[in-house]
Every structure is written in structure tokens, then in C-alpha cells.
């Protein structure tokens, strides 16, 4: 046990991570001398390949010397933040990632905040110092004052500075000193400040429940720390859950974690170390696994609550089926049911409506991600606007509020400003970067003014602008606002798209659809800049006649269609509109799809609140 150091790896997105790892790896002599291993080889998600970012925490064993050093990798999102918070109980110390050239960041700050809470110790990592125009001597600097800032201890203050490229594979203590080409100073750093883990292997056996893992063939894999005792297949434990029911169950598997994160089956888990446990069919995630019925369960993890939620439904359009698989609300049910259980910074609830299913997030990433996976397992549904959960604190109506960093180029620092005043945000500091024309700014405002940011933000920049946020705090309401100008194309009329109508139709907007794809009644095609919706029909086709006109033969040209991203498109829509998710296709939709029940149901809408407006006005005279 003294031979065991268990480590996170916590930063912001972006800031090398996973790279680091990869090196580590390959300096522990964990992949063979003619092993090919493609890079970033912990992101073992398509998705993770694709965006380039973590979105599970994972876990992965260094063989060093004669230490064994449990390497946690973890997200750098902030809409992640629930697979950060939920592995501090695993680990003993953090390693802490800051980029030479950036410096600390928002997520930076919310994962070394949640670290020092559990009273880990840091490694601070000054990465990627071989980047041009690197200031690793300011990042050092700035660190200190965020360890100063978030309240750290003396001995937490003290923490070592590592300097490090993980692209280029190297570790030094001191800025100046010599390549040495490989990681050994950091593995050395790591066992000489992170403690070994505090465990008693004499004790009955105790294991907190940190991560859920599955199997086709051992079904839900408990995977956590073992605080103390030893555990084997065969034994019979107890599984205390979060309202303290306990369950008796009989372990069938014993894991322990490879190079390259992968489970390898073991013979037992001593005190210590970190496991998987096959054998309990309903545990979740913060529950406690211990070896008599009497002994008392570790205290449950506390996450930050969600911020937003959203409706998954059942598509009830007129092409369902004809791409998915799964297109039944208890499809919907039981894969959304999984996936909270998987996933505790996930809530699940009914809906006003028996189809639809209302997902409470941290943020439009994690549900867009969630979005994407059932996707390409074959689901169909439709998923509304994200909209966030509002509280009632002390009488008063309260919405989430965000803290916003916005680096971008210092000519467009204006229309800038200018598009968060929209949103109801406030700026609250700016600092021009040294040898860089990049400004940094920072702004206060409502979680509902950041939906669609990112968008903007990437044509006010033309792409070089980024963004991070990070949730504040409840404060009042703000109002109402509207991040959406313009309105809307709606097809009026069911069939497949001309292009002699196309051409006709993109003089009144920008089209969300090409020639010869199929649309319906209700669904939106386009968007124009008026403030009411245009009802069009896309699918009418020339008539021929006999009579030739002047400009005939003429080639009809088609300016491409606007195709969107999963999580550009739930930015985009209304309140009153879904998006329609198939394995192969994006589509916008209104809810209600006939326009005459779209009518009826305004009217409706405006009499009831008229009648409520006038009830409170006698409730008050009275």
C-alpha cells in the first residue's frame, strides 16, 4: 500500500492533458517497443476523437520502479464538471495542468477549487512551455495567486512547479535547464509529494463507488478506491445505497485497470488501490460497497446542481422510422434510464406529456454529446430548446448566473461587447495580452444569455475567438430578451424539394435545405429577417407548357444550404420548435406541425394569460 499513488489529472479543455498521459505511458514501458499508438490513445470515444476533447473520466495503471501509480484522466469541459467532481474521493493528490501561454483559465479554476476542497495535493504542471511566445515565469505567477485566491493551505500553497511539453514527451524542475527527453522528473515528483493512500488493510472492507462501467457479460462494473480490507471473487458484500437501503450480493469479478485504461481481471483488490467489482446488478454511483450489514456507508458525493434542462421526445413527424431503429418512448426511457445512472450529474424526470422525458444538464455540450451517442445507436427523437431551471430564493424568481472569459482579437472587441449587452452579461475586466493582438475580457451574466455564444462569437471573430464560462451563483431575474433575430421558412406542404423553387425562395432568406431532400408540413427550411414566420412550400415544381419565353435553358444556381451542427441547431431554435435527430439526418421543426392548430394553440395561450393577468389584478385590488 505504501507503494500505491493514486493521481487526477484536472485542467482546462485544451490545455494537454491527455497528451501528457500518452507520454507517461510510453516512458513506464507500458506499450511495447513496436507497439503503434495512435496519439491521445486514453479518448477511446468516437466522439472524443472527433471533438478533440474528454468527456469520460478514465483510469489507467503506471508500472514505475517498484511504485504503482493509478493515473485518473478527466474532462476539461465545464459541462463535465460532474465526471471531475465525482473522482476526488479516488485519488490522494492532483496533477495540475496550466498552459504556458494561456495561463490559468476558467476550468482551471472550478477543478483546482474542487481539489483543494478535498484537501488534495497539487502538482502544478506548467505545459506545453516549448509553444512560441510561452511565459511559463507568468503562468508560475498566476498560479500562485489562484492558490492565494481559492484559499489553499500552506501546504497546499507550497505545492512543486513542474515544467513540462508533453507534445515533445520531457519534464524539468527549473525554467532553463536541460532536455532530459523523458517524464522520470515528474514520475519522481509524484511519489515524492503524493501521499500514499490512507487505507488499513486489517479492517472489514469498505469501497466508495466513484464511476459506473458495463459489461455485455458481467452487466454494471462498481468501480472506486478501496478505503479498507481486501476484497476477492466470491465474497459476499453489502451495498449500501443512497437511502440507505442494503443490498446482499456476491462479487463474481475483481478488475484492475491496464496501461491504455482498459479492465484486466485480477485475483483481489487490497486497501488502496483502484478496482472494479462486478456482482451488483443496481449499484449507482456514490453509493458505498462494505463487507457487513452494520458498518456505516461513506458520506454521498455532493455535485453542483444543474443549470438547464430540455425535452427529449418521441418524433411524431411524418418520415419516423424510415431512418432509426428505436423510435418508441420506452426506447427513449430505458437508454435516457441507463444513462443517469451512468451519469449522476444527469437528472431525469416526466415530462408535461407521456413521450417526452425532461434531461437536466450542467450544460448544452453534455446533452448535445448524449444526443449524439443515441444517434448513432440507431435512435430518432425530437429535443426543445434549452431552457434554464429557475429557482424561487427567498421570495424572489432567480436564474443561474455564469462568470464568461472571451479571448478574442482586439478588432472585434466592440461587436463584442455590443452582443453580450444583448444577453443582459456585464463586462467586468479586460487586459490586452503581451506580444499578441488577443484581449481577454470578462463578463457576469445570465446562463440564458449564453445559449448561442459560441455562434456568434465564431462569426464576430471569424473563428478565432474562445469562450469558457463557469456557473456563479442563483441571482434575480433579468426579463426577457431574444438572442434570436429574425424568424423563419416553414414548408407548407409535404414531398422533395425543386430547384426551380429553391431559387425562387432563397432571394426571402438563407435555406437550411438543398434540392431533392425531403420535407414536410411544419418543418422549418430557411430563416428570413422579418419578425413573423413565412409559410413556403419548396416542393412545387415548374409546369411545362408549349409556349418558350425569353431566358429559357437558363441553369437555375443554388446558393449551398446551411447545414448545422447537433449543438448549433438546439441553439438556434425557438421556444416553439424541435429538433428532429435521426441517425442520418438534422431537421427543424415546429412542435405543433399544422399551422392551424399552431393558430388555436397561440389564441389559446393568449386568453389564458389574459385571464391570469386579470385574476391577479382583482386578487390585488381586493
Known amino acids: 500500500m505504501s507503494k500505491i499513488r493514486n493521481v487526477a489529472i484536472i485542467a482546462h479543455v485544451d490545455h494537454g492533458k491527455t497528451t501528457l498521459v500518452d507520454k507517461m505511458l510510453k516512458d513506464s514501458g507500458a506499450f511495447r517497443a513496436n507497439q503503434v499508438v495512435e496519439e491521445r490513445v486514453m479518448d477511446n470515444m468516437d466522439l472524443e476523437k472527433e471533438k478533440g476533447i474528454t468527456i469520460k473520466a478514465k483510469n489507467a495503471t503506471i508500472h514505475w520502479r517498484d511504485y504503482i501509480i493509478n493515473i485518473v484522466d478527466t474532462p476539461g469541459h465545464a459541462d463535465f464538471g460532474g465526471e471531475v467532481e465525482r473522482i476526488m474521493g479516488m485519488v490522494d493528490g492532483v496533477l495540475v495542468l496550466v498552459d504556458a501561454y494561456d495561463g490559468p483559465q476558467a476550468q482551471t479554476r472550478f477543478v483546482l477549487r474542487k481539489a483543494l476542497e478535498h484537501h488534495l495535493k497539487p502538482i502544478i504542471v506548467v505545459n506545453k512551455i516549448d509553444r512560441e511566445n510561452a511565459d511559463p515565469a507568468k503562468s508560475h505567477d498566476l498560479m500562485l495567486e489562484l492558490l492565494l485566491e481559492l484559499h489553499a493551505t500552506d501546504d497546499q500553497f507550497n505545492a512543486p512547479f513542474i515544467y513540462a511539453s508533453g507534445r515533445d514527451g520531457y519534464a524539468i524542475r527549473h525554467i532553463g535547464d536541460e532536455n532530459p527527453g523523458d517524464m522520470q522528473i515528474l514520475f519522481e515528483e509524484i511519489v515524492r509529494y503524493i501521499p500514499a493512500p490512507k487505507a488499513n488493510a486489517d479492517e472489514p472492507f469498505k469501497m466508495h463507488v466513484s464511476n459506473i462501467d458495463w459489461s455485455d457479460y458481467l452487466g454494471r462494473i462498481a468501480l472506486g478506491r478501496i478505503i479498507s480490507g481486501r476484497v476477492k471473487m ?109 451519469n449522476i450529474s444527469i437528472k431525469l424526470e416526466d415530462a408535461e ?26 435512435f430518432e427523437m425530437c429535443v426543445s430548446r434549452p431552457n434554464v431551471i429557475i429557482r424561487n430564493v427567498n421570495g424572489v424568481k432567480c436564474e443561474p448566473f455564469e462568470n464568461v472569459w472571451i479571448e ?23 487586459q490586452k495580452h503581451q506580444h499578441s493582438t488577443m484581449v481577454s475580457l470578462e463578463f457576469g451574466g445570465p446562463t440564458r444569455g449564453l445559449i448561442g455564444l459560441e455562434a456568434d462569437l465564431a462569426s464576430i471573430t471569424s473563428g478565432r475567438g474562445i469562450v469558457s464560462h463557469m456557473f456563479k451563483d442563483y441571482e434575480p431575474y433579468v426579463g426577457e430578451f431574444n438572442t434570436r433575430l429574425g424568424s423563419t421558412l ?77 449543438e448549433r441547431a438546439l441553439e438556434y431554435i425557438a421556444p416553439d420548435e424541435y429538433v428532429e435527430v435521426t441517425p442520418s439526418f438534422l431537421r427543424l421543426r415546429k412542435k405543433i406541425l399544422k399551422e392551424g392548430d399552431r393558430r388555436r394553440a397561440t389564441s389559446n395561450a393568449n386568453k389564458a394569460a389574459a385571464n391570469a393577468a386579470i385574476a391577479a389584478a382583482k386578487a390585488a385590488a381586493e
Open 353 to 378: 406529456t407521456a413521450s417526452a422525458n425532461r434531461v437536466s444538464v450542467r450544460g448544452l455540450m453534455q446533452v448535445a454529446v448524449l444526443v449524439e451517442q443515441m444517434r448513432r445507436e440507431g
Open 408 to 430: 478574442a482579437p482586439d478588432e472585434t472587441v466592440g461587436a463584442i461587447i455590443q452582443n453580450m449587452a444583448n444577453r443582459k452579461a456585464v463586462m467586468q475586466n479586460m
Open 234 to 342: 466470491g465474497d459476499t458484500l453489502f451495498r449500501v445505497s443512497a437511502d440507505g437501503k442494503r443490498e446482499r450480493s456476491t462479487v463474481t469479478k475483481v478488475f484492475q485497470f491496464g496501461a491504455i485504461g482498459q479492465t484486466t481481471e485480477t485475483v483481489d483488490g487490497e486497501a488502496g488501490d483502484i478496482v472494479g467489482i462486478s456482482g451488483f446488478n443496481n449499484v449507482g454511483i456514490g453509493e458505498t460497497i462494505c463487507a457487513t450489514e452494520e458498518m456505516e456507508p461513506c458520506p454521498f458525493i455532493e455535485l453542483d446542481p444543474p443549470t438547464i434542462q430540455m425535452d427529449i421526445c418521441v418524433n411524431d413527424g411524418p418520415l419516423v422510422g424510415k431512418d432509426g431503429k428505436y423510435v418508441t418512448s420506452r426506447n427513449l426511457r430505458d437508454r435516457l434510464e441507463r444513462e443517469a445512472r451512468t
Open 490 to 566: 416553414i414548408s407548407m406542404d409535404n414531398g422533395v424539394t425543386t430547384h426551380y423553387t429553391l431559387s425562387f425562395l432563397q432571394e426571402r432568406g438563407r435555406l437550411f435545405v438543398g434540392a431533392g431532400e425531403e420535407v414536410y408540413e411544419g418543418m422549418v427550411i430557411g430563416e428570413n429577417p422579418r419578425p413573423d414566420d413565412i409559410m413556403v412550400n419548396p416542393t412545387k415544381a415548374k409546369h411545362l407548357s408549349n409556349v418558350r419565353c425569353q431566358g429559357e435553358g437558363k441553369a437555375i444556381q443554388l446558393e449551398p444550404a446551411i447545414k448545422m451542427s447537433l
